[in-house]
């Protein structure tokens, strides 16, 4: 496996959900309704923590100078 594009995998992957997140969210502000919101708000917090780690394993790499 290529760990060279780990973090930026992992990063790419944390904006699809916290956009993903955002979309459920607003659309569950839209409705009314509470269970769309908070699996929007589920989304962007799952799609942050993806997004650091993401810089943490690029930050990793460079370091590691690979």
Do not use: F, Y
């Not at 790419?12 to 908070?38: I, R, Y």
């Amino acid at each position: 496996m290529n760990h060279a594009n780990d973090g930026m995998s992992d990063k790419v992957k944390g904006a699809v959900n916290k956009a993903k997140g955002e979309a459920k969210d607003q659309w569950g502000n839209a409705t009314d309704n509470p269970k769309l919101q908070a699996e929007g708000k589920w989304d962007k917090a799952k799609g942050e923590v993806q997004h650091r780690i993401g810089e943490w394993k690029e930050a990793r790499e460079e370091r590691s100078g690979r």
